[in-house]
């Protein structure tokens, strides 16, 4: 496994590579570093003016940190990038306490992104997700987008089998603008993911989730007191953990035969 320009630098200075296998592994180069560039628009786009009619709206106040990478993978190390991804998660996150969340997220992202490493070979597939955790001092947002294109030409899949572009965006939450119901509906699919099968665990990460939305949503406002506040009411909460398992505002493209590029 190796960054797309790195295999195509090794190809450039290999005797005996032809010239067209050189083109083309220049142009899945290229074609990744576009799509990823795409999911950079895509994301920073949403994040302005998010107005998806199927996902709630989770405003930002700024951008705190990006991940952008284009690789070359083959079949056999498919189980290393999907373990990249989840350790680029991790390394975003600045509250390490919370275990189960880092894997969850990480559980989370590791399956979309392997849902489109399974696409066949000559097609191309496109993943765009949405997670909202909390991450000691923030409540923050994270979008993830993957692009991937399995290789069919035989000549190419020497080199590389799958051309992949990937991109993270974590961005701090405007608490002001995102009721508690709200917030705990996007924040139910990690939940879910990290908890699901322990309700006991699931309820003490509801109580922590609330008490940390309320320390925010007080810091909030000007005024200093509590604003609009609501006592937790557990099993109305825990019905929307039940009911919010899918993240929000995930767009799975469907396969598609890849058009530019003979391989």
């Keep these: 496994m190796g960054k797309l320009r790195e295999i195509v630098d090794k190809a450039d200075n290999t005797p005996g590579i032809t010239e067209d296998v050189r083109e083309s592994l220049h142009l899945l180069m290229s074609l990744a570093e576009n799509k990823m560039n795409l999911l950079q628009d895509e994301i920073v786009m949403k994040l302005k003016d998010d107005k998806s009619p199927d996902a709630l709206r989770v405003p930002i106040t700024k951008i705190i940190s ?100 990937c991109v993270i965006y974590k961005s701090a939450v405007d608490i002001s603008k995102l009721s508690f119901n709200d917030f705990l509906a996007v924040y139910s699919p990690v939940l ?55 993240l929000q505002g995930t767009v799975l493209s469907a396969p598609q035969k890849a058009t530019v590029g003979d391989f």
């Design 66 to 165: 990006t991940y952008v990478e284009a690789r070359a993978i083959t079949k056999e190390q498919t189980s290393e990038i999907l373990l990249k991804v989840s350790k680029t998660i991790e390394n975003m996150i600045t509250d390490h306490s919370a275990t189960g969340i880092v894997n969850g997220m990480a559980k989370l992202a590791t399956d979309a992104l392997d849902t489109v490493l399974g696409v066949g070979q000559g097609m191309e597939r496109i993943v765009t997700t949405t997670m909202v955790t909390p991450d000691y001092p923030a409540i923050v947002r994270y979008d993830f987008g993957c692009w991937n294109r399995t290789i069919e030409a035989e000549n190419i899949r020497k080199h590389c089998e799958h051309g992949l572009a």
């Design 192 to 246: 879910n993911a990290a908890f699901g099968s322990d309700p006991s665990k699931l309820k003490a990460m509801v109580k922590e989730a609330k008490k940390t939305y309320d320390q925010f949503k007080q810091g909030s406002n000007p005024g200093g007191g509590n604003g609009d506040l609501e006592p937790l009411d557990m099993d109305s909460a825990m019905k929307i953990v039940a009911s919010h398992v899918k």
